[in-house]
């Protein structure tokens, strides 16, 4: 799978642009804030639907405009593929696929994988166990329907289950109401957990070894999932879930939200017999969270057959020259595309493609 092209009309610092990417590296380059973040942003948005830096659509329109156009050729195993995005100053977005309008976003996430790296995602290591859970939602719903059905109706029912918590005052009666709710949210609960459980015992293998290459041998890294429930059949989760959920009603009614779930659960991360999350140097933490974007790549080619399209954005200044390197060995035969102020580095049969921002009209 590679982005052959992209087109941009009226989104960010972009009017009428057309830019070709090689399957290979792409080295983005060009100053401080003239749009190459931008750029690569548009094929994340392609991939998922949102942007990695902003909440609200609207505000990826360039300014004086009303709406934003982005148009993507993809080849994949079999085919190539056009998707274009049409978003609107009110916050409409319409998406179509080789000119097939879409009627959820769930017919998008997964048709372009993407695995995105910045130096903002060190928080995936050192902040809070929501960075680590994204992390894993991002990547899982990308490679498995299932997964990406089951959280959604999860975190739908959970938000009812919560404002029920905060609304309802009769203590009696919102006790009586809860077990509706929690039986669904323990039955979806279980196929995330599940497949969290799976993502991990896979992902954690090729993350060793990535580390292993970046650090040149000298650290070790180990990855478990935390979660308060055992790793069991599908009914057996369940039922913990839904034992956990009814333990908790005291404390879910004092504390007006849902207080044990997936939702709470966390990606345990040592480096050489340390917690990473709490004690590791600021080099370390950005190192475990490059190995785990790399391991990641490798984890889509297992489960999809498929490479994905790899973003790197300005992580090159983050990193020593021997990790640099390190980096590009392991972006081999990926589609990379990676934004930075200069570009010196050179290695056996590395022949970028380089496309320099501002582009030339």
């Known amino acids: 799978m590679y982005i052959e092209k992209v087109k941009l009309n009226g989104y960010r610092n972009y009017d009428g642009a057309n830019v070709a990417f090689s399957p290979a590296l792409n080295v983005i380059r060009g100053a401080n804030a003239v749009g190459k973040t931008n750029l690569i942003e548009s094929v994340y948005f392609a991939g998922l639907g949102k942007s990695p830096r902003l909440s609200q659509d609207k505000d990826l329109i360039m300014w004086g405009k009303d709406q934003s156009y982005i148009a993507i050729?993809?080849?994949?195993?079999?085919?190539?593929?056009?998707?274009?995005?049409?978003l609107d100053s009110k916050g409409k977005k319409r998406i179509a696929i080789d000119k097939i309008p879409l009627l959820k976003m769930s017919e998008l996430i997964g048709f372009i994988n993407i695995v995105y790296f910045s130096p903002d995602?060190?928080?995936?290591?050192k902040e809070s166990p929501q960075e680590r859970r994204r992390f894993m939602d991002i990547s899982l719903t990308q490679q498995k329907k299932t997964y990406l059905y089951a959280l959604s109706r999860y975190n739908k029912i959970l938000l009812q289950r919560n404002k029920l918590l905060k609304t309802m005052r009769d203590i009696t009666a919102l006790k009586?109401?809860?077990?509706?709710?929690d039986i669904q949210l323990a039955k979806e609960g279980a196929i995330v957990i599940s497949?969290?459980?799976a993502f991990v015992e896979k992902l954690k293998k090729i993350a060793a070894r990535k580390h292993f290459l970046l650090t040149l041998g000298k650290e070790t890294l180990e990855m478990e999932y935390e979660t308060g429930v055992e790793n069991a059949s599908l009914g057996e989760m369940s039922d913990a879930l839904l034992n956990s959920y009814t333990a908790a009603y005291d404390k879910d009614?004092?504390?007006?939200?849902?207080s044990v779930g997936?939702?709470?659960?966390?990606?345990?991360?040592?480096v050489d017999g340390i917690d990473i999350r709490k004690f590791g140097s600021q080099g370390q933490q950005r190192t475990t969270a490059l190995s785990l974007k790399l391991a990641e790549i490798e984890g889509f080619r297992n489960e999809t057959g498929e490479n994905p399209v790899l973003l790197l954005d300005d992580v090159l200044s983050e990193l020593d020259e021997t990790r640099q390197k390190q980096l590009l060995k392991a972006?081999?035969?990926?589609?990379?595309?990676?934004?930075c102020t200069e570009f010196?580095?050179?290695?056996?049969?590395?022949?970028?493609?380089f496309i320099d921002i501002p582009l030339e009209k």
């Open 253 to 258: 009614i004092l504390l007006q939200h849902t």
């Open 121 to 125: 995602e060190i928080r995936l290591i």
């Open 262 to 270: 997936p939702h709470r659960d966390d990606l345990k991360l040592i």
């Open 344 to 353: 010196n580095l050179s290695a056996d049969g590395l022949k970028p493609n």
């Open 73 to 86: 050729d993809v080849v994949k195993k079999y085919r190539k593929h056009t998707l274009e995005f049409h």
């Open 176 to 181: 009586s109401t809860l077990p509706v709710w």
């Open 195 to 197: 497949e969290r459980y």
């Open 331 to 339: 972006t081999e035969g990926i589609q990379t595309m990676l934004t």
